[in-house]
T-cell receptor
Framework: EAGVAQSPRYKIIEKRQSVAFWCNPI?????LYWYQQILGQGPKLLIQ????????DSQLPKDRFSAERLKGVDSTLKIQPAKLEDSAVYLC???????????FGPGTRLTVL | GEDVEQSLFLSVREGDSSVINCTYT??????LYWYKQEPGAGLQLLTY?????DMKQDQRLTVLLNKKDKHLSLRIADTQTGDSAIYFC???????????FGPGTRLSVLP
């Protein structure tokens, strides 16, 4: 089966600009996650969707970050405006079933200058 | 503590066993996971253990869970150069933030 797809793979922007990331989960996976992974650290959960509803967005900086999952399939994560400290890899994952076995995409590496 | 903790580095010789340790935060966490991340790639689930188990074995991997001490370990038998990567433990918490990852342990396998 196809894995989790993410695009773009790399993005370089200047601070105060906007950026959007796209994720297509594995077909049939109801749960979708966005993580931020800063260099040298473990992934930090930003938001978790169950179908198209938000389960957990407690660590999402809502003044600048937004995410949506229309129709319960694809998802976009947006940063507006970006700050230097947003430089990180943004990982998308999806899961199905009670074990929450998460399958990760390759990530989008964001550099904010 | 409030954070999942791991040693940051581990170096072993090829053919030896590797043991990566993790201390998690919530004794009521339902599942605990080990992920592997190779350079430039996303995370790959290696194995998971349900909180009512003490041990789980899967080929070269053995997971040990000590609920009393909130301690999780991953043992890799006959470590190979292809095992060089960063290993993350993660917990699926019942309350609060659902998934919390540790900082990762960088495993280097020397020939």
């Amino acid at each position: 089966e196809a894995g989790v797809a993410q695009s773009p793979r790399y993005k370089i922007i200047e601070k105060r600009q906007s950026v959007a990331f796209w994720c297509n989960p594995i077909s049939g996976h109801a749960t979708l996650y966005w993580y931020q992974q800063i260099l040298g650290q473990g992934p930090k959960l930003l938001i978790q969707f169950q179908n198209n509803g938000v389960v957990d967005d407690s660590q999402l900086p809502k003044d600048r970050f937004s995410a949506e999952r229309l129709k319960g399939v694809d998802s976009t994560l947006k940063i507006q405006p970006a700050k230097l400290e947003d430089s990180a890899v943004y990982l998308c994952a999806s899961s199905f079933g009670e074990y929450n076995e998460q399958f990760f995409g390759p990530g989008t590496r964001l550099t904010v200058l | 503590g409030e954070d999942v903790e791991q040693s940051l580095f581990l170096s072993v010789r090829e053919g030896d066993s590797s043991v990566i340790n993790c201390t998690y935060t919530d004794s009521s966490s339902t599942y605990l996971y080990w992920y592997k991340q190779e350079p430039g790639a996303g995370l790959q689930l290696l194995t998971y253990i349900f909180s009512n188990m003490d041990m789980k074995q899967d080929q070269r991997l053995t997971v040990l869970l000590n609920k009393k001490d909130k301690h999780l370990s991953l043992r890799i038998a006959d470590t190979q150069t292809g095992d060089s990567a960063i290993y993350f433990c993660a917990e699926n918490k019942v309350y609060g933030q659902n998934f919390v990852f540790g900082p990762g342990t960088r495993l280097s396998v020397l020939p």
